[in-house]
């Protein structure tokens, strides 16, 4: 099963990066946090699966 990192400004997608595996997924997301909202405004990143199920949702602050 493949697992998609999906960016997030509001509702909107920034981007996107599959993973065939939940953990690695999982790390580059919380790795990746604060770089992508710095640099695009990301409020949110959250992980779903083939089927679009959702394994990961975080809100990211704007004030670290």
Known sequence: M?????WLRGPLPLGTKTF?????ATS???ENLADVQT???ATAVKIVDD???PHYLKAISRNP
């Open 2 to 6: 493949a697992y998609t990192v999906i």
């Open 20 to 24: 065939d595996d939940l953990g690695a």
């Open 28 to 30: 580059y997301a919380e």
């Open 51 to 53: 089927e679009g199920t």
């Open 39 to 41: 640099q695009f405004n």
